[in-house]
């Protein structure tokens, strides 16, 4: 495969599951305005320009990274509510799991929540990262194909170009067993316009690309969507205080983890002696 498909905000999310099922990823141009563009710029360049680099090479030397991004611009509400990478999400991971109560099957959806935010900025001279997959740090007891548990995006905050490292993708490798080693030879550069954002699920081989540029910066936002039943990446109830998660609205405090069914029974607090649900505490 040469290159991944491009779809935009008028396709649907049947098309965007298709196209990611089969690929492992997908382009959605035109993810976002300009204007919501220019305001993530806005909170955030300043915020990542006082980080060090990173101190290893899978990090990257040349590479900034800045997490909490719930804590830092409001905007990222757009990032994650999109209704193509929230119905994805639902659509890919959140499938039920199936079980027996007694003689009784139960199909039980384990839910989604947002398991980690990061704007990873890549610097000049930056090498390329070895080819990964993201779901490594929730995926410990699912088999790997028996489903999915992690959808990711990466928006281009500026644009990326294959000559300023522009996240390499390997289409396809989604399905690879776990034998098969990923070759740099295989990967394609994520070529897309700021505002532009490739949806790939926690599977597929990819890495931060080769900075080649004399002074070009490469801004990418990343958030991955996981299934509710895994642990979060990002350690949300330290990352945002409470009053931060409280000024958000309920469907971004829920996915940010303060939420609890009575169906999955994951994240209860005690309250008054009852299994209840944490949004309670932010009453
Ligand atoms: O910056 C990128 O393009 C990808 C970075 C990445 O995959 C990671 O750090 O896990
Ligand atoms: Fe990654």
Known sequence: MTDLVRLSNQNTVDEVVEIIERDGGVIVENYLSPEIIEELKADLLPKIAQNSPGGDDFSGFK????????????????????????????????????????????????????????????????????????????????????????????????????????TLVIPGSHTWPDTRVPKMDEAISTVMKAGSALLFIGSTYHGGGLNKTNGEYRTGLTVAIDAATVRQEENMYLALSPEVVKSYPVEIQRLLGWSYTDETHMGWVEIDGEMADPLRLLA
């Open 63 to 166: 590479t900034r990274r800045m997490s909490a991004l719930f804590a830092k611009s409001r905007r990222m509400v757009e990032v994650v509510t999109h209704p193509l990478f929230l119905g994805a999400a639902d659509r890919l991971i959140n499938v039920p799991v199936k079980y027996w109560s007694g003689e009784r099957e139960i199909g039980l959806k384990p839910g989604i929540r947002i398991g980690a935010t990061q704007l990873i900025q890549i610097a000049p001279g930056e090498t390329p990262q070895n080819l990964h997959r993201d779901h490594w740090a929730v995926l410990w007891r699912t088999p790997q194909y028996e489903r999915h548990v992690r959808l990711q995006i990466m928006l281009a905050v500026s644009d990326f170009t294959a000559e300023n490292g522009g």
